[in-house]
T-cell receptor
């Protein structure tokens, strides 16, 4: 299957600092990537849709100035958590949409665990 | 916020048994469905998918059944192994919209 990577896998930061998470599609190009947040024992919550070359589309209730998304190339999207606070601590997962003919499938990265102290 | 003490539905089976994980979806216009497996601390892993013009699809040891009449999806795992222990999510999508995930079911396989 297709491979999506995330970096870093874990990060601990102080409150007030900013953290950047990278999402890469390693063996296919993805014009669309997605960022999810997951709390323990909960399902994935879509935060935003990242579109290559254009602005991200944020879900209701997600602050775009807090969670900055940049999709600068067909294989890389970044999520920056600005001025992080302890309540931002979570598991962040990206996915990339792969299109093959008429078939579209989303492949997920391994996730990034963020802990804000 | 998160509810304290809320746990995922759990299915406990013995190694070698067949497992059936169920999912009720909400959007009658959804035309594509995917099952994902998520192990602890990892991202979701694609297992199998099915389009709305089908009612059954088989993979290696897994079968997905779709009943559009009652908006129900199931994942059958044959000869369940301890390595199958994980949380399983169904996801639905309509056209080119975004995936909507179900709540998840934890599968526990004991040797």
């Amino acid at each position: 299957g297709a491979v999506v990577s995330q970096h870093p896998s874990r990060v601990i930061c102080k409150s007030g600092t900013s953290v950047k998470i990278e999402c890469r599609s390693l063996d296919f190009q993805a014009t669309t990537m997605f960022w999810y947040r997951q709390f323990p024992k909960k399902s994935l919550m879509l935060m935003a849709t990242s579109n290559e070359g254009s602005k991200a589309t944020y879900e209701q209730g997600v602050e775009k100035d807090k969670f900055l998304i940049n999709h600068a190339s067909l294989t890389l999207s970044t999520l920056t958590v600005t001025s992080a606070h302890p309540e931002d601590s979570s598991f962040y997962i990206c996915s990339a949409r792969r299109t093959s003919g008429a078939q579209e499938t989303q492949y997920f990265g391994p996730g990034t665990r963020l802990l804000v102290l | 916020g998160e509810s304290v003490g809320l746990h995922l539905p759990t299915l406990s089976v013995q190694e070698g048994d067949n497992s059936i994980i169920n999912c009720a979806y909400s959007n009658s216009a959804s035309d594509y469905f995917i099952w994902y497996k998520q192990e602890s601390g990892k991202g979701p892993q694609f297992i199998i998918d099915i389009r709305s013009n089908m009612d059954k699809r088989q993979g290696q040891r897994v079968t997905v059944l779709l009943n559009k009449t009652v908006k129900h999806l199931s994942l059958q795992i044959a000869a369940t192994q301890p390595g199958d222990s994980a949380v399983y999510f169904c996801a639905e999508i309509e056209g080119y919209s975004t995936l909507t995930f179900g709540k998840g079911t934890m599968l526990l396989v004991s040797p």
